[in-house]
């Protein structure tokens, strides 16, 4: 990372890391069954949608739920609820399965036609004292599908060392105050 906000808040400026805003904003992209997996409807939907593939056999292993076929089967057959814990495996399980199987499409939208624009907001810096503040603007860039493609893969692992080195390279088109935006105070982008 580079590194001109090393001490950010010194001098009270508020700001994130910007590979974890873009870490967020790929997050935020991903959407899903809005029934709460302690209701019937939601984990009936989890359910479905996790035993329809292999994959989603795969992602309810990973979660931590271990539970007979004849168990299973009571729960597709609503003669059974999950206990509390499975029910929230049951949600981890559903999330981790959907964000592996929109990845591609998440490249596939971000990378098209070029790229998406990005709008990166400075750190804020209302709290700190005008002396001290720096002359910062909203700046406005267009990320490569190569950088889209690297970012949601890191994402996708929970490879944030990746999604650092991502970040520096975006930020680097920016110029020589490229690492004045190493923290933001948020990004955005429609894709």
């Known amino acids: 990372m580079a590194g001109r906000w090393m001490n950010l808040g010194q001098y009270n400026a508020h700001g994130v890391p910007g590979a974890d805003a873009l870490g967020a904003g790929i997050e935020n992209m991903v959407t899903g069954i809005h029934s709460s997996p302690d209701t019937d409807r939601g ?6 949608y ?3 593939s292999a994959a989603g056999y795969t992602a309810m292993e990973r979660a931590g739920i271990t539970v007979t076929p004849r168990t299973l089967f009571a729960w597709l057959a609503e003669e059974r609820t999950p ?10 399980a559903y999330w981790d399965l959907r964000r ?7 490249k596939r939208r971000l990378g098209s036609r070029g790229g998406t624009r990005i709008e990166i907001d400075p750190v804020d810096q209302t709290s700190v004292d005008r002396r001290h503040r720096r002359d910062l603007s909203v700046r406005r ?19 944030h060392e990746t999604l650092d080195t991502i970040w520096d390279e975006i930020i680097h088109t920016l110029g020589s105050d490229y690492d ?9 982008w429609n894709a």
């Open 43 to 48: 984990i009936t939907a989890r359910l479905r």
């Open 141 to 159: 860039l267009t990320v490569r599908p190569h950088h889209w493609h690297t970012a949601v893969d890191a994402w996708l692992t929970h490879d």
């Open 100 to 106: 592996h199987n929109i990845a591609a499409d998440l």
């Open 83 to 92: 206990s509390p814990a499975n029910r929230a495996r049951l949600d981890t």
């Open 180 to 188: 004045t935006y190493t923290h933001i105070s948020s990004l955005g």
């Open 50 to 52: 996790l035993t329809h």
